[in-house]
Nanobody, 121 residues
């Protein structure tokens, strides 16, 4: 139901823009988020945006460097990642849920398959 794209290999300090295309009937009513999972670690919340795009929230590790946005007319969510660091290397997932608490907790009702981001030093 969610298809991520835009991952790749980038050098430290570089930028990438991830995209998530939603094939759901409830997209316009759902809060959306980006999550990531590094090898050997649990999946963690990165950024979230509410259903109308008026409010967003970021993990402290990415605040000021990453920016989440959405296009409800085209069922898209984006994550602009700037000033990338080696520790940002992970598989990035898009997720959605009608409940903000469940979204931030990573207990979403649906997920994408993930896109790999590798930041080389």
């Amino acid at each position: 139901q969610l298809v991520e794209s835009g991952g790749g290999l980038v050098q430290v300090g570089g930028s990438l823009r991830l995209s998530c295309e939603a094939h759901t009937h409830t997209f316009r009513d759902d809060n959306m988020g980006w999550f990531r999972q590094a090898p050997g670690k649990e999946r963690e919340f990165v950024a979230g945006i509410n259903w109308n795009g008026y409010n967003d929230y970021y993990d402290a590790s990415v605040k000021g460097r990453f920016f989440i946005s959405r296009d409800n007319d085209n069922n898209m969510v984006y994550l602009q990642m700037n000033s990338l660091r080696a520790e940002d290397t992970a598989t990035y997932y898009c997720g959605g849920d009608s409940n903000w608490g469940r979204l931030v907790a990573g207990a979403n009702k649906y997920w994408g398959q993930g896109t790999q981001v590798t930041v080389s030093s």
